[in-house]
Nanobody, 116 residues
Framework: QVHLVESGGGLVQAGGSLRLSCATS????????MAWYRQGTAKQRELVGK???????DYADSVKGRFTISRDNAKNTVYLQMNNLQPEDGAVYYC??????????WGQGTQVTVSS
């Protein structure tokens, strides 16, 4: 079992920035992929971006150039830096990790609200 704890959500004005953190109970090297998803009100959960064990990143078109995923191996933490936030970015953001054996684990989510 892997436990994930997200933090860093909150209320921000449009154009502002937030950094989300996801601390894991296991070594980052246990994961094939670490990802951030979001789910807005009455919307389906969508992939925001992901980082592979090799450090390669990929992002949804809607956040490219504004959001950045990074990780701190020593702290077993993955981050989502979000810049130039817009009202449509408001959602509950979830951290997800996939182990090399194919198991997925999810965090509890953190709310991001962007006021116009």
């Amino acid at each position: 079992q892997v436990h994930l704890v997200e933090s860093g959500g909150g209320l921000v004005q449009a154009g502002g920035s937030l950094r989300l953190s996801c601390a894991t109970s296991a070594s980052i090297f246990a994961f094939r992929t670490m990802a951030w998803y979001r789910q807005g009100t009455a919307k389906q959960r969508e992939l925001v971006g992901k980082i592979s064990s090799g450090g390669y990143t990929d992002y949804a078109d809607s956040v490219k150039g504004r959001f950045t995923i990074s990780r701190d191996n020593a702290k077993n933490t993955v981050y989502l830096q979000m810049n130039n936030l817009q009202p449509e970015d408001g959602a509950v953001y979830y951290c997800m990790v996939s182990t090399h054996s194919g198991f997925d684990f999810w965090g509890q989510g953190t709310q991001v609200t962007v006021s116009s």
